[in-house]
């Protein structure tokens, strides 16, 4: 009983803080109507098994509809399989303020993207970028190019509320990893199978800390695998203790709970077909 009326309490709570962070960050979500020509899309996230995925089952991937995130556009697949959607969600690409490598990793990422794209594709990005025009006045050379923002608030509390929010696209898990967005635009744009690669998420195994008490990660990804170093984590000020870091992860994977819930709700079917992945969340499938 105790436990029933602390979790109750809880989740007053947090509804309420939500309910505030709406108010005071989220902004109306413009719909977007008849653009998806099936009922699947595959999304492309970036770790290190994505090379063998794209290489071994690219038949699997021919003539569906992708969509990537970050630094996918940096890389030789994005001309390849021209995806229909791309997702950026990291602040440090699109802010002013960044601090280095992240200014020139910001400004060659959308040049590529400006350059490359010869097809039509939606660029979803945060509601808060739309005040830095740095990003923008690249992507604006490219008329085959469309902006759309989207709300990564952060919403906890009652999962009818939850639910709500996501339905209204008014708020998400707390969007500690690129492909909780990526998951709930898709359903938003009315995918019912959305099949997930590169997702290892094999960070734990990766993480060290130094005799400085430096807390590393080596975060790889398909691209950089083989010369990706242990670094720390950063955040906007500083980086992070190792409780931090966890805590981020922990985030992460109870997110991707949150979201099947809801897809389940919607009749939409998450497949995760990374190989290895430590996502626990959504139904596994091989694409052997």
């Not at 590529?112 to 509601?127: D, E, G, M, R, V």
């Not at 970028?129 to 902006?147: E, H, M």
């Not at 990893?177 to 099949?195: A, D, E, T, Y």
């Not at 985030?251 to 992945?277: C, L, M, Q």
């Amino acid at each position: 009983m105790l436990e029933y009326l602390r979790n109750f309490l809880e989740n007053i709570g947090n509804t309420l803080l939500s309910l505030l962070r709406i108010a005071l960050l989220s902004k109306p979500f413009k719909q977007i109507k008849d653009i998806k020509k099936s009922s699947s899309i595959v999304i492309l996230t970036n770790g290190p098994s994505l090379n063998q995925s794209i290489t071994s089952h690219w038949s699997f991937l021919d003539g569906k509809e992708l969509l990537c995130v970050n630094f996918f556009p940096n890389t030789m697949y994005y001309e390849q399989l021209k995806p229909s959607y791309y997702v950026v969600s990291a602040p440090e690409l699109w802010i002013d303020h960044a601090k280095p490598p992240y200014p020139q990793l910001s400004q060659e990422l959308f040049e590529n993207i400006a350059q490359k794209t010869s097809w039509s594709l939606y660029l979803f990005i945060p509601y808060a970028a739309k005040k830095y025009k740095t990003w923008q006045k690249k992507v604006a050379l490219n008329s085959n190019i469309r902006i759309r923002y989207f709300n990564p608030t952060p919403v906890d509390g009652f999962k009818w509320f939850c639910q709500w929010a996501y339905s209204c696209q008014l708020g998400m898990p707390r969007p500690h990893n690129v492909l909780i967005p990526s998951l709930l635009l898709s359903i938003k744009l009315g995918f019912k199978q959305i099949f997930i690669l590169g997702a290892d998420h094999s960070w734990l195994k990766e993480i060290t800390v130094d005799d400085n008490n430096q807390v590393l990660v080596n975060q790889k990804h398909f691209y950089d695998e083989d010369v990706s170093k242990p670094q720390p984590m950063n955040k906007l000020k500083g980086t992070r203790k190792l409780h931090e870091v966890l805590i981020k992860f922990v985030y992460a994977f109870k997110g991707y709970h949150d979201i099947e819930y809801f897809a389940r709700k919607k009749g939409v079917i998450i497949y995760n077909a990374t190989p290895v992945s430590f996502i626990d969340a959504f139904e596994r499938i091989s694409l052997k």
